[in-house]
């Protein structure tokens, strides 16, 4: 690789000493790797290049020093990159006479503006390089040949085997005062309906001749990104768009008077809609009533949006958890796999678009904007049920750091820490049992049904702890004791501390809501037989018996699991407990039982390496 940049220094850079402006090239190499780069020469004879896509390379993009001798040395560095008073520290890789850094993609973006560019090493390692301690980048003509390249690489990515960064080359060509030009008054008017701050989108075909006319207008390249994920092969929206099409052909087949109407409001079947709103949410110039709250806080936020949109994604998440879980309540099997494949596609699109968005603010927005659309499709389908109130009081947060979640006594006794960020999990000590039990009296929830719940587990447990699948490890399913595995169900009927027991349960609890813990909870179980089934396989495959074994422990559990659920109800039916509560408790059981199935321990033959999704049959006595 030496010789290649050694060769490429002296090809690429034929520029006179005194001329120091940027340039830009295609470099092909002889071993059939391309690049699209600029480059500027430095007074001291070394050479800046800034490549931005690449063909059969693994990486895309690069800011390197050419240096015109060979170092036979490799070496990392640790410099500073200054430009327009920002400065950014960042570390650098020698390799023969290349110096590659290792450089945030705001730097990228920003250098096509920057009045000045900077490059600082620490003393001892300029001398080592033989350089400058501060190495002054000339800046005249980097504006146009960056973008140039941008340009370039934006079409060589579509249309030719280049790679890209894309989010990187979209920003480069993002123009800074946005694409809203002196056209925007005619867009306004045929795309939206409404008078002074309340207007709406208003999709037709006018709107989207103009939308379309615009689109060609500025260029492909700073919008291929949202071209590619709408319009591209393979597209992960159009497999969205026809899946949750079939699944709404299937309930209109389907409907009876107990099924919600299927509403057409903001194209309950998929079709352009969204491309269009995307399109206007850029070029057009009115704020919508269509447009969420959370995508105004993108905009309105000064600082990087990061933290603003993962907590806006985690709230529409549970969200969809909601709804997902009311529509599958009321559909059918068809119905229910074609939907759930569908959110899934859904999902695909969502994480490709939010990987693929420019660190532009307008861009970023998109996310919000492009989530709620779907929101609102999945709230209709599932007749429209009350939104959830996320409470941050309520919100999940596991114990870390050596941290309890609360100043309780009793967290305390039923905590440990473990992992290298000390996380919380539940310990049935015996101080920890006994206290559950005592705490158990005080909130008035033994009943009848808890003694025959006792029972039943009692049975379950004895039989366990004398079988070969019990150990002493934490995932026992009976544990230390005898009441060790009942403790934390009965403990997370009156109280949730910030355990990691808890985290597949986190959208029950945090949001509180009866549906989206049933959801949770059916889930849960549902994992726990498929992984039940996968075990007995791989054991039946060495010891029938053995097999046999484990079902009738499983079938007591079963009993044990139906007899919770009895005791749950009861409370629930004397408001001692919430509904939502009562699934959260059954899901913590199911949790607990399927940790005990997969690490249960089996050693008289190697097994054989069956996956959850190879096998769906069953051991029969």
Not at 77 to 89: N, R
Not at 174 to 194: A, N
Not at 376 to 393: F, M, N, T, V, Y
Not at 530 to 543: G, M, Q
């Amino acid at each position: 690789m030496n010789l290649i940049f050694l060769f490429l220094f002296m090809v690429i850079a034929p520029i006179a000493e005194s001329a120091e402006s940027w340039e830009a090239g295609r470099i092909d190499y002889d071993d059939g790797t391309s690049e699209i780069a600029a480059f500027v020469n430095t007074p001291e004879k070394i050479q800046l290049q800034i490549v931005l896509c690449a063909k059969n390379e693994p990486i895309n993009y690069r800011f390197s020093l050419i240096f015109p001798e060979s170092l036979d040395y490799s070496a990392f560095f640790k410099v500073k990159v200054s430009s327009a008073g920002d400065t950014t520290q960042a570390y650098a890789e020698l390799n023969g006479n290349t110096l590659d850094f290792q450089l945030d993609p705001s730097v990228f973006v920003n250098l096509p503006d920057a009045p000045d560019l900077s490059i600082e090493f620490e003393k001892d390692d300029a001398d080592f390089l033989g350089i400058a301690q501060v190495l002054n980048i000339p800046v005249y003509g980097a504006d146009v040949t960056i973008k140039q390249i941008a340009a370039e690489c934006g079409y060589l990515c579509v249309n030719e085997d280049f790679k890209c960064e894309s989010p990187l080359v979209s920003a480069i060509l993002w123009p800074r005062s946005g694409f809203i030009d002196d056209s925007v008054s005619e867009l306004d008017e045929i795309c939206t309906r409404g008078s002074n701050k309340a207007y709406s989108f208003n999709l037709n075909d006018k709107c989207k001749q103009a939308l379309d006319l615009r689109f060609a207008a500025i260029g492909f390249e700073p919008l291929s990104f949202l071209d590619k994920l709408f319009h591209g092969k393979d597209s992960s929206y159009a497999k969205y768009r026809n899946t949750w099409n079939e699944a709404l052909s299937v309930l209109k087949t389907k409907q009876d008077p107990q099924h919600p109407d299927i509403e057409t409001e903001i194209a309950s079947e998929v079709d352009d809609y969204d491309w269009y709103l995307a399109l206007y949410s850029i070029l057009g110039s009115r704020k919508l009533t269509d447009y969420p709250a959370s995508y105004f806080a993108v905009l309105d936020l000064e600082e990087d949006p990061t933290t603003l949109l993962y907590n806006t994604d985690s709230r529409y998440d549970v969200e969809s958890l909601k709804y997902m879980s009311v529509l599958l309540r009321n559909s059918d099997d068809e119905a229910d796999k074609l939907i759930e494949k569908a959110i899934s596609d859904w999902r695909i699109f969502y994480r490709d678009l939010s990987m693929s968005l420019p660190l532009i603010k307008e861009a970023q927005a998109l996310r919000p904007l492009l989530y709620r659309c779907m929101l609102l499709r999945l709230w209709i389908l599932a007749g429209k049920p009350q939104p959830i109130e996320l409470k941050q009081d309520q919100m999940f947060v596991q114990g870390t750091d050596h941290k309890y979640s609360t100043d309780d006594a009793l967290e305390k006794k039923c905590a440990y820490f473990d992992g290298v960020r000390g996380d919380e999990f539940f310990y049935a000590s015996h101080e920890c049992v006994d206290a559950i039990r005592q705490t158990l009296k005080q909130s008035d929830l033994i009943n009848d049904e808890y003694y025959s719940l006792r029972e039943k587990w009692d049975d379950y447990a004895k039989d366990w702890k004398k079988s070969i699948f019990y150990s002493e490890s934490a995932d026992d399913a009976a544990g230390e004791h005898l009441l060790t595995g009942l403790s934390l169900p009965m403990l997370s009927a009156y109280k949730i501390y910030g355990f990691g027991d808890y985290f597949l349960l986190r959208d029950c609890i945090s949001s509180r809501d009866q549906d989206i813990c049933s959801f949770e909870e059916r889930s849960l179980y549902n994992t726990y037989q498929l992984e039940l089934n996968n075990r007995l396989a791989a054991i039946d495959a060495v010891s029938k018996d053995d097999a046999l074994a484990l079902k009738a422990l499983n079938d007591k559990w079963q009993i044990y699991y139906e007899e919770l659920d009895k005791y749950l109800k009861s409370l629930v039916a004397v408001h001692k407990i919430p509904a939502w509560r009562a699934y959260m408790v059954k899901g913590v059981a199911a949790i607990m039982q399927t940790n005990a199935v997969l690490n249960a321990p089996y050693y008289k033959e190697e097994l054989p390496d069956i996956s959850l999704d190879s096998f769906d049959g069953d051991v029969q006595e």
